[in-house]
């Protein structure tokens, strides 16, 4: 499978992208949101990717960000939801929305997304609200915690990874750890950082 591709940015159509790897063209889909953020045609990109084959088809999706393509594959686990309604999702929220979203279980944002109708928005938030938090513990958790600043540290680091400011994420980790029982829990600090996030 292709990981990613490091190339020249040889063609921008309004769906996809073709990036020249020494004379070979990639064809990428991207979505809208990151599409808007690449450099002049003939300049060089780097895109990771997430490849989808089917029996009749290779096909190739391309990310600026780990968390961008994280989220993207985590959206194809929900039943009803492919490759379209996943790009449409990240054209239209930024990874920290998306999460927040889910996590908040606001399934309204989700449901403003074209394709997007009111019984998938709220499958996705059933289907990943528990699956956000993991994702996060996996990111933040690099060694054995046995200090309260280390989990919260931890926290903040998985926050700041799906996209969140630095800044917003400390503050919201701080929040959810004085409200929660378990100070070395960083699961539960992440889940509370969460819904703390999406209100604001």
Sequence with gaps: MIAHLHGELARIESDYVVIDVHGVGYKVHLPLAIISQLPAIGDEVKLLICTIVKEDSFTLYGFLEE?????????????????KVALNILSVLAVEQVVGAISGEHYQELNRVGGVGTKTAQR???????????????????RPLNEDQRTINDAIEGLVALGYNRNDAQKAAE???????????TGNIVRAALKYLSRG
Aim: no cysteine; hydrophobic share 45%; charged share 30%.
């Design 67 to 83: 968390a961008q393509q994280s989220l993207f594959e985590l959206l194809l686990t929900v039943s009803g939801v492919g490759p």
């Design 124 to 142: 996705i938030v059933l289907e990943l609200k528990d699956k956000m938090t993991t994702l996060v513990w996996a990111r933040a958790v690099k």
């Design 175 to 185: 929040e959810a750890q004085h409200a929660i029982k378990d100070k070395r829990d």
